[in-house]
């Protein structure tokens, strides 16, 4: 990492320090919660190939000012509705930075403390999520984001709060495109499949056994990445040595997580590699394996800080490396987006554009279509993380 990143990186997480202090209310009802701080930092750890060894070209962008600078007049225009999140669960540290992401956005934009709604239902399942949709109908929002539980579940009451005149987004999960206007999407589902895929293949040494950890069976995300990761494997014959034993599933609590891991390893003696797709479980999974020195080795998508202490390259680290995106900016995206659709700044059609304060560098972002002919927004490339950058970006998220 260049020295001028590294700078720019401990600034960005000096100011993300402020933003975890002022964003993580575990609250699982309904809240608006109210920030020490005016403050926005975005950081952006999206800039870096996903694959390369290197992980140089870390950018990190904004400031309070430039993200202030922006309101009512990047292109989303002014703040003046009720804006909803509604995450996949509480007590969830990565749901925690996407809220601080929201609610620091929206504050930039000039929106005060009763205008911001963080919602966590207290499961990450899609009944939870149904629950507090409908108080937020009844509540008259200007706007839901919501990071899906459930592919399809959640129809039904998103048709009435769209009914209702509430603009529906998604992020990090996605829904059926006919029930939000456009999916907020952390990075390519292909871009993020292939980064696991190689990374079974490179730790595994090319060939063995392999397990997935997931989060639930119905996450829309996790279903996508792992969809795509055995079409990758099945596609190309330079995957054909690896064997997939089970997709376990550790519901995105650390417990269960746990216990799926311990699972794993009684089941397969000859496992070489976990790839967990969802902090929860890799966090679990890497203590696991770290504690009892065990020669399997883990990958997968993880919060920096949750991981420095399992990151490295030698025998007594679990995780040579891992990827993610930033969390606080997948959380401003949604912000930015919601403001939008309720001005009608975009209507949420591929092709759509509009500026997203100082994400991006600001610089436009283009709605396009993924591989369902659904519309999305993609906030950049999955970032790897490896010993060279861990201790700098667990400071940041
Ligand atoms: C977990 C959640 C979230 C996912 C991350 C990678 O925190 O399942 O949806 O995006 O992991």
């Not at 629950?131 to 008259?140: E, F």
Request: glycine content about 8%.
């Amino acid at each position: 990492m260049k020295k001028q990143v590294v700078s720019v990186v401990l600034t960005a997480a000096m100011a993300a320090g402020m933003l975890a202090g002022c964003g993580s209310s575990a609250s699982s009802s309904t809240s608006s919660t109210s920030s020490a701080s005016s403050s926005a930092a975005s950081t952006s750890a999206s800039s870096a190939a996903s694959t390369s060894s290197s992980s140089s070209a870390a950018s990190t962008s904004a400031s309070s000012e430039a993200v202030a600078s922006t309101s009512g007049a990047a292109g989303v225009g002014e703040a003046s509705g009720k804006y909803a999140l509604v995450p996949k669960s509480a007590g969830n540290p990565f749901n925690e930075r996407e809220a601080s992401g929201f609610q620091d956005a929206l504050k930039a934009l000039g929106c005060s403390d009763d205008q911001i709604i963080v919602s966590y239902p207290d499961n990450p399942t899609a009944d939870s999520q149904i629950t507090v949709i409908q108080s937020l109908i009844s509540q008259g929002v200007s706007s839901i984001a919501v990071a899906a539980n459930d592919a399809s579940a959640l129809d039904a009451a998103l048709k009435q709060a769209s009914d209702a005149g509430i603009k529906v987004c998604t992020l990090d999960s996605d829904v059926d495109a006919d029930y939000r206007s456009v999916f907020c999407n952390q990075a390519g589902v292909k871009e993020i499949a292939q980064a696991l895929m190689d990374a079974v293949y490179d730790i595994s040494g090319g060939s063995g056994e392999y397990a997935i950890l997931s989060a639930t069976s119905q996450a829309t995300n996790q279903n996508a990445w792992i969809d795509a990761m055995k079409q990758i494997a099945e596609s190309d014959d330079k995957y054909a040595d690896l064997k997939l034993d089970e997709i376990a599933y550790g519901d995105d609590e650390a417990q269960k997580s746990t216990d799926q891991t311990q699972a794993l390893l009684t089941k397969y003696p000859d496992l070489k590699v976990i790839c967990s797709p969802t902090t929860v479980g890799i966090a679990a999974a890497a203590k696991v394996l770290q504690d009892q020195k065990s020669s399997v080795k883990l990958t997968g998508l993880g919060l920096p800080s949750e991981m420095k202490e399992y990151i490295g390259d030698d025998d007594s680290h679990s995780c040579p490396y891992m990827f993610l995106w930033n969390p606080i900016d997948l959380g401003a995206l949604a912000a930015y987006t919601s403001v939008a659709l309720v001005n009608g700044t975009i209507t949420g059609a591929v092709g759509d554009t509009f500026t997203a304060g100082d994400l991006n560098d600001g610089n436009p972002y283009t709605i396009t279509e993924n591989s369902d002919k659904a519309s999305e927004i993609i906030l950049g490339q999955p970032f790897k993380f490896d010993p060279s950058n861990i201790e700098e970006w667990a400071e940041v998220y």
